[in-house]
């Protein structure tokens, strides 16, 4: 069983940076790939990154991509998304998610735990 809390959502201007963090309970958090996923108003939830569980390999949206980076730190059980020139289109809330498995996942219904989501608005 694993215990997803996301933070570091909030209220940015366009072209502004945030850094979102997800921490995770439990002793087996580096035998778990992980993701991050976002959801806006009216739109079903798309991919936004993945990394393997080592931290040797990533993924990315092309929307995202250049722009965002993951990163994970096993020692610390927590997966980071930094978010660097924010768009007003990058306005969701943004979840972590966890799957057992050492390879990056892409498709969202792969993933066995969730967090409870944090919200990301970019101002114009």
């Known amino acids: 069983q694993v215990q997803l809390v996301e933070s570091g959502g909030g209220l940015v201007q366009a072209g502004g940076s945030l850094r979102l963090s997800c921490a995770a309970s439990?002793?087996?958090?580096?035998?778990?790939?992980m993701g991050w996923f976002r959801q806006a108003p009216g739109k079903e939830r798309e991919f936004v990154a993945a990394?393997?569980?080592?931290?040797?390999?990533?993924y990315y949206a092309d929307s995202v991509k250049g722009r965002f980076t993951i990163s994970r730190d096993n020692a610390k059980n927590t997966v980071y998304l930094q978010m660097n020139s924010l768009k007003p289109e990058d306005t969701a809330v943004y979840y972590c998610?966890?799957?057992?498995?050492?390879?990056?996942?892409?498709?969202?219904?792969?993933?066995?735990?969730w967090g409870q989501g944090t919200q990301v608005t970019v101002s114009s």
């Open positions: 998610a966890a799957v057992r498995r050492s390879a990056t996942v892409v498709d969202y219904y792969e993933y066995d735990y």
């Open positions: 439990g002793r087996t958090f580096s035998s778990y790939a």
């Open positions: 990394i393997s569980w080592s931290g040797g390999s990533t």
